[in-house]
């Protein structure tokens, strides 16, 4: 499990920020270990928001929610830039689904951890064919601490980092419903992939 290094802001010295990102396939748990960090710094009064993709309204508007549905709070935002000014006031900036905001992310996070913000990103770290997915791998880049969370290959067993679409929709932003994807290891994904072009 991911321990932070420090995780408050002490009066007596400067606050001080960082960037974490959490990735990995669909079903590996991101939105919930982005939530359980999240939990912990609300609990400790630290003043916690969270931002979704506006396009992203699978469940509900207003709430990130895992497929647990362990819910919180959250709000849509269309451009990552907005987050600048929403989240300017707060100790913690949490991300969810942060694959799908543009390439101003990477820049967005690094300009909230530098004015002494705490930022943890959740996404997709690769798409329906295996490649690097939107801004993730920019923002991969330039974090202090990256963890890669995997799921169960639905096929064999075996531990899961790629997402395999059933549906037929060659549309890439095709949110994650349960019946569309499954979780599958890097051999059942190849023997998925095999035919299709
Ligand atoms: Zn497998």
Known sequence: MFIEPRVGNSSHIARR????????????????????????????????????????TRYHVEDVVSHNANAIRS??????????????????????????????LMDVCVQLANSGIRVIAAGLDMDYLGKPFGPMPALMGVAEYVTKVHAVCMQCGDIASYSFRNAASAQKILLGETDSYEARCRHCFLEGMKGRS
């Open 75 to 104: 709000t849509p935002v269309s451009f990552a830039h907005d987050m600048l000014l929403l989240g300017s006031s707060c100790d913690v900036v949490g991300i969810d689904e942060a694959q799908f905001f543009d390439d101003a």
């Open 17 to 56: 920020g960082w960037i974490e990102v959490i990735c990995g396939s669909m079903f590996s748990g991101k939105t919930e270990e982005l939530i359980r960090r999240l939990n912990r710094a609300k609990i400790a009064k630290q003043k916690v928001e969270i931002f979704k993709p506006a396009i992203d």
